[in-house]
């Protein structure tokens, strides 16, 4: 079983490995002011430091004290800062042979080189954070979109550790009247009535928790819209459009896209990635139908198509299915039918709208706007989730069945078990090494 050793004194750069302005390298463990005066210019300063001040001054190597370089060092005492132990973070100049020098000396007084998500760990250890706030560093660093971002800070505040620590709350009341009742002849105990309410309420919320993990995942790894329709439907004018640039082609010749283009765009913080396609048509052109086959490959793998319907020629109008959008375009030449979502991709019209739509359909209604709602992006805390959601709809099937209660009792302390692992209580040291080792931060 692998694991940190969380004795002795780690360093890292924490910033990347190129030149720049200022690098940050951070120290962390028992003693490490220490050794580090060993190479500082001031060294009582630095060991007398109080906590979360900062202290001025060089690195400096050997006997001689040669500067290495001119830095800041802020100093936590054992107990603060993110680790939760003692911990020095160096500004340092960006220099690369700068860097080299001062992380070989530190190799050289004695410390350790972190592996990747050690402060993380050792943060988790001292009770700084839970492991789904740990998480929640890892996904806030590595983070592609504004909105991806905010529910990662969210989550790094302590928002989904509320949220599980109020639902284990809740569990351990179920379970505790569940006790009294198993623990007790039932003749010493006036009726047993099992709060049902209270666990169909849990099970119910445990649930809606596990189901924003395709929202969270869209908003971390993003989302691809295809544009279809019929040739001369206006995909090149709604593609340009909604990427703010000339990209694709528009012309009135049935035909004109060929072979598909994709582009990245956002669209309300969510990634996109975005296809203008063949117009689908009956064609013996074979370069033509080549590009309609790749056209239905790509509707396949999409997570959203927009079939566009050309309002002044709507012969073929598909069946509307979940993943599918219909919106007719050139509303400024036919007035479209009443009630349907409808563009003029040539002025603008209705974009706005057809925009809030996408957003809507891809998160589901959740989260698309304001962030009251926490949103998971972890499919560990997915799978959990859902398992405790699992147990829980069991035990409520079986008090339905009226079913003897320490049956019930077992599947109430699965979910009960599921929640622990979730916040990192009851997590085996196995388990827990995996997350953090794949953490890019630390290394
Ligand atoms: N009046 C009006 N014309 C439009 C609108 N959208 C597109 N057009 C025109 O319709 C013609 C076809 O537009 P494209 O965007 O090239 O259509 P497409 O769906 O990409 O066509 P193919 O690439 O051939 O499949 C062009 O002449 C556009 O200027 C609209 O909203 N209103
Ligand atoms: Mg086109």
Not at 328 to 335: Q, R
Not at 404 to 423: F, K
Request: glycine share 8%; aromatic share 6%.
């Amino acid at each position: 079983m692998e694991s940190y050793n969380t004795d002795d004194i780690i360093f890292a750069l924490a910033t990347p490995w190129a030149q720049s302005a200022l690098s940050v390298i951070r120290v962390s463990g028992e003693g490490c002011r220490n050794l580090l005066a060993s190479c500082f210019s001031r060294p009582s300063a630095l060991v007398q430091a109080a906590n979360a001040t900062l202290v001025h001054g060089y690195i400096t190597d050997g006997k001689e004290g040669e500067k290495l370089d001119e830095v800041v060092a802020a100093v936590y005492t054992e107990g603060h800062g993110y680790t939760a132990e003692e911990a020095v973070e160096f500004t340092c100049h960006g220099s690369l042979p700068g860097l080299t020098r001062i992380l070989a000396l530190f190799k050289r007084i004695g410390m350790r080189s972190a592996q990747g998500g050690e402060f993380t760990f050792r943060a988790f250890l001292h009770g700084r954070m839970d492991l789904t706030q740990a998480e929640a560093v890892q996904e806030l660093v590595s983070s592609q979109s504004e909105r991806s971002q905010a529910l990662a800070l969210s989550r790094l505040e302590g928002g989904l550790r509320e949220q599980i620590t109020a639902a284990k709350e809740e569990l351990l009341t179920i379970l505790a009247a569940v006790e009294v009742q198993l623990d007790y002849a039932e003749d010493e105990l006036d009726e047993f009535v099992f709060p049902r309410q209270m666990l169909a309420q849990l099970q119910h919320s445990v649930s809606v928790l596990a189901s924003t993990y395709s929202v969270g995942k869209m908003y971390g790894q993003g989302a691809r819209i295809v544009l279809a329709g019929a040739t001369n439907a206006g995909k090149s004018s709604l593609f340009n459009l909604l990427l703010k640039q000339d990209r694709s082609i528009v012309s009135n010749v049935r035909g004109t896209t060929r072979d598909y283009i994709e582009a990245d765009c956002s669209i309300q913080g969510i990634p996109i990635r975005l296809y203008d396609t063949a117009g689908l048509r009956e064609s013996s052109d074979s370069i033509e139908n080549e590009g309609i086959k790749k056209t239905e490959r790509l509707i396949g793998q999409a997570d959203l198509v927009i079939y566009l319907i050309d309002s002044t020629d709507i012969a073929h109008i598909p069946p509307q299915d979940a993943k599918t959008l219909l919106v007719y375009n050139k509303s400024d030449l036919v007035k479209p039918p009443q009630g349907a979502l409808a563009i003029s991709a040539q002025s603008g019209e209705g974009v706005s709208s057809l925009v809030e739509a996408i957003a809507s359909r891809l998160t589901s209604g959740f989260g698309s706007t304001g962030d009251e709602q926490v949103i998971i992006e972890s499919e560990r805390q997915h799978l959990l989730l859902e398992q405790t959601a699992e147990a829980l709809k069991r035990a409520l099937e079986l008090v339905d069945a009226d079913v003897p209660l320490d049956i019930t009792a077992v599947e109430l302390g699965d979910a009960m078990q599921n929640l622990g692992e979730l916040t990192g209580e009851v997590t085996p040291a196995d388990i827990l090494h995996k997350i953090f080792s794949g953490f890019c931060v630390g290394k």
